[in-house]
């Protein structure tokens, strides 16, 4: 499967973008997707995940309660809706998606947060 990751950009503190992470093949929604984000000089660390389906969701700490993933099984899509944004939420955003033991990975979107 191919993903492609959209949506970064340059915001303010407080601020929300909404990434998307598009995939190629019609059976996505059997595939468990991840967001995970790299910030300059630091290691890639996962944000988010969500079930096959979409009935099972994960967020790190850090992140609980101002983002949201979700699917769109129609459009074959993932979403990670972000709220009340911060500096240290600046990073380049992957997703990934995992079936049958393969883990496949999009190229990164960034996304800016300036105070």
């Known amino acids: 499967v191919q993903l492609q990751a959209s949506g970064g950009g340059s915001v303010q503190t407080g601020d929300l973008l909404r990434l998307s992470c598009a995939a190629s093949?019609?059976?996505?929604?059997?595939?468990?997707v991840g967001w995970f984000r790299q910030a300059p000089g630091k290691e890639r660390e996962g944000v988010a995940c969500?079930?096959?389906?979409?009935?099972?969701?994960y967020y790190r700490n850090s992140v609980e309660g101002r983002f949201t993933i979700s699917r769109d099984i129609a459009k074959n899509t993932v979403y990670l809706q972000m709220h009340s944004l911060k500096p240290e939420d600046t990073a380049v955003y992957y997703c990934n998606a995992l079936n049958d033991g393969t883990l496949y990975w999009g190229q990164g979107t960034l996304v800016t947060v300036s105070s």
């Open positions: 969500i079930s096959p389906g979409g009935s099972v969701t």
């Open positions: 093949d019609p059976r996505f929604k059997d595939y468990a």
